[in-house]
């Protein structure tokens, strides 16, 4: 048990599809984070939100669109998606935003493993 | 931007052996973290670092901040199948306030 948990763990959807996916955690966090990891290639930061405000968003395309509702829930919306978002979508949590304040390391789910057909 | 070289890339090692894996960067950090991912899920934090210099341990683990706060390694001791994953190292950045990660090394054992 990580403390971050998301939904769901693997997700198979077309590109004209709808999906979205969950991630909620249990550790008082203030800060939560979405990365995309694709095989070969460093953890990707895709967005950044700190006490529910989006402080962060790394030219990631529209057909992806994060909401935090809370502290404690994050969700990343998907349409028209394509092919090359096939990955592993991980969800973290820190108790300040990363990089701002030290001793505040990130806490990751197990991630939701999404392709596109 | 910042980028990170993490290596080796993957190492295939007999059990009980000791081994040791290492990120440099042309960049400063103030933090250096080591996490490991076993197949199938999310990465868990294995050793914080916050100080150049600083060595710590944990377990079979150790692992040190560079004292020019440019890079870092992390050393496990006498492995066990259970070791097998990917290791990544990751520096923060209280200037950039950003978190970048490097390529992960793939450790595999034999029993």
């Known amino acids: 048990e990580t403390g971050v948990t998301q939904t769901p763990r693997h997700l198979v959807m077309g590109m004209t599809n709808k999906k979205s996916l969950k991630c909620e955690q249990h550790?008082?966090?203030?800060?939560m984070y979405w990365y995309k990891q694709s095989a070969k290639k460093p953890l990707e930061l895709m967005f950044v939100y700190s006490l529910e405000e989006r402080v962060e968003n790394n030219s990631v395309p529209s057909r992806f669109s994060p909401e935090c509702p809370n502290s404690s829930h994050l969700f990343l919306h998907l349409h028209t998606l394509q092919p090359e978002d096939s990955a592993l979508y991980l969800c973290?949590?820190?108790?300040?935003?990363?990089?701002?304040?030290?001793?505040?390391?990130?806490?990751f789910g197990n991630g939701t493993r999404l392709t596109v057909t | 931007g910042q980028q990170l070289n993490q290596s080796p890339q993957s190492m295939f090692i007999q059990e009980g052996e000791d081994v040791s894996m290492n990120c440099t960067s042309s960049s400063i950090f103030n933090t250096w973290l080591w996490y490991k991912q076993d197949p199938g899920e999310g990465p868990v934090l294995l050793i914080a670092l916050y100080k150049a210099g600083e060595l710590t341990s944990n377990g079979r683990l150790t692992a040190q901040f560079g004292i020019t706060r440019k890079d870092s390694f992390l050393n496990i001791s006498a492995s066990i199948p259970s070791d097998v994953g990917i290791y990544f190292c990751a520096g923060g950045s209280s200037n950039t306030g950003k978190l970048i990660f490097g390529q992960g090394t793939t450790l595999q054992v034999k029993p």
């Open positions: 973290a949590s820190s108790q300040e935003r990363q990089g701002v304040i030290n001793n505040s390391p990130l806490h």
């Open positions: 550790l008082g966090h203030n800060a």
